[in-house]
């Protein structure tokens, strides 16, 4: 049924699962396209790590 929140739910989970599946290809083209992709693949998990630790931490 339209307008309730079952259906909010709905989208919502829809939009997170296309960001993340945006994400897996696109991490997936940066290590194909990379010469050395496990320290392309460090590089990014510590980035990503560290914007998760600002978040944590309410920065």
Known sequence: MEGTSDEAFHWKSRKGEGKMYGKVRRLKKIL?????????LRRIVKREQAALTRWADGD
Do not use: A, I, L, V
């Open 32 to 40: 194909e396209d990379s010469k050395n992709p496990e320290r392309e």
